[in-house]
């Protein structure tokens, strides 16, 4: 089969770039083709773990779900991490190789390139069809020099580019033009198509301005994409603040720390139609809830020095005090425990914190990663249930008391003594219902309202993006850009 290519870039973040490839990715599966996805360059604090043991962006991990193949390192060859305002952990190739700054990184990008290149082609060996996603937007003029997410990319693997915009945040006419205006003519000509996102009534209504468009740049609109509601496809890094079922009697609050990694583990929490999930933002208190929840954090000292400054810390243990329960996950299982031991500089400066004291676990940040799948059984109250997620952490932990998970036959995570306070390394231990129901029910959860199969969940959501593809895309014309016939 011939090799074909596409890439998909956006004239925002969050244009819908994720979703577009994800739909792409599964209409071209469902034509008979060998797909995989690829991303030259993320920056996001949701990342997953591969079959092939490596860490990438968790959207590549979705689309290579709507692929139907397992996902791996070379789809998202160089991912950044965000540390701090100015600096991020870059992961090369599935694998930390440390943190830089944003100048230390912008000098690294050429060697990068070459590392991205060839990612791309091993790819490429292996699957004739490659649907590629660009990162924020072409148009940043100020980051075009050793440009490797977007048009940099482009230029040098030779691909063909179609730009998605989302007009429900407005503008979509000027965002299209200005992207297209703010592209060297080289770039200009690679472009091959327009999509409109998220639209919403009558589509005739664009006619005029999508002839505008067309006329002044010579760049045909593909297709007008509606607003799909109650899809679920994972989002890179934004995170909704609030999801409030006003039926909903049991409130689950996860605390929003500044460098949160992984909200994405929390998604069954907000899609179970028994729970009231609450995200709480920083300068809030933490509302009455049944059950707090610490996430994942890609810098642990920092964000705890940051909960204890807004006084979290006390209100957690005011929460306790009247019978709430806690869960900490990965960064947040961290916190929970006696201390945590930077003495190498992982994160931050190195030193020592005082954890919160709840469980019995002290942590030292080691510089290799801890990257697994893990699957097993779940064992809180005499009940047990099948779990499965993995686990993304620099922290070797060392427990004792009792452990409330068992895992492949080998005991994972703490319980407090007195039963209120649960600590995990695992993500996505709320995706299966069975282990989500068990969870909540230990935190005080007794109504008749299931839980959500989020594979199941993500898997529909795919479907109804490629059906929207299939219906509102012009896929003759989106064939033949693929098939380089245009």
Request: aromatic share 6%; charged share 20%.
């Amino acid at each position: 089969m011939t090799p074909m290519t596409l890439m998909v870039q956006g004239t925002t973040s969050d244009a819908g770039k994720s979703a577009m490839v994800a739909g792409l990715c599964r209409l071209l599966v469902r034509q008979g083709y060998s797909v995989a996805p690829f991303k030259p360059q993320n920056m996001a604090l949701n990342s997953a773990v591969t079959a092939d043991g490596g860490e990438i962006g968790r959207a590549q991990a979705a689309q290579a779900q709507a692929c139907g193949i397992p996902p791996q390192v070379d789809m998202n060859p160089v991912l950044l991490k965000p540390n701090s305002d100015v600096g991020a952990q870059v992961i090369l190739c599935g694998r930390a190789i440390g943190n830089q700054d944003a100048q230390a990184y912008h000098e690294a990008k050429p060697t990068l390139l070459q590392h991205v290149i060839d990612a791309f082609e091993r790819l490429g060996q292996r699957y004739p069809v490659r649907i590629i996603e660009g990162a924020g937007s072409p148009a940043e003029v100020n980051l075009r020099e050793g440009d490797i997410a977007n048009m940099g990319f482009a230029e040098v693997a030779d691909v063909p580019v179609v730009i998605v915009a989302d007009i429900d945040r407005g503008g979509v006419f000027a965002h299209l033009y200005g992207t297209h205006a703010c592209l060297s003519p080289s770039e200009q000509a690679r472009v091959k198509g327009f999509i409109i996102n998220k639209f919403r009534g009558d589509a005739s209504l664009l006619d005029d301005g999508i002839k505008w468009l067309e006329q002044r740049t010579g760049v045909p609109v593909l297709g007008v994409v509606p607003y799909l509601r109650g899809v679920y496809l994972e989002a890179e890094d934004a995170v909704a603040d609030q999801q409030v079922n006003h039926d909903a009697r049991f409130t689950v609050a996860v605390l929003g720390l500044p460098r949160m990694a992984n909200h994405t583990d929390f998604d069954a929490l907000r899609l179970h139609p028994g729970i009231n999930l609450i995200m709480v933002r920083p300068g809030h208190a933490l509302p009455p809830a049944d059950l707090l929840i610490l996430p994942g954090s890609k810098s642990v000292r920092a964000d705890l020095n940051f909960l204890r400054q807004h006084g979290w810390d006390k209100q957690l243990a005011h929460h306790l005090r009247y019978g709430g329960k806690v869960i900490g996950v990965c960064g947040g299982y961290q916190m929970l425990g006696q201390w945590i031991r930077d003495p190498e500089g992982i994160e931050s400066a190195p030193g020592d914190s005082a954890g919160l004291g709840y469980l019995n676990v002290d942590t030292t940040l080691a510089a290799e990663k801890c990257l697994k799948r893990t699957q097993g059984t779940l064992n809180l109250g005499g009940t047990s249930a099948a779990i499965e997620g993995y686990e993304i952490h620099a922290g070797v932990s060392q427990v004792s008391g009792t452990q409330p998970l068992c895992l492949a036959g080998e005991p994972e995570g703490a319980l407090s003594p007195d039963n209120q306070v649960l600590g995990t390394y695992l993500h996505g231990l709320f995706d299966k219902p069975e282990a989500c129901e068990q969870l909540l029910h230990w935190a005080g959860y007794q109504h008749h309202l299931t839980a959500v199969d989020m594979v199941a969940q993500r898997e529909t959501g795919i479907d109804a993006l490629a059906d929207a593809l299939e219906q509102h895309l012009d896929r003759d014309r989106l064939s033949a850009i693929l098939e380089n016939r245009e």
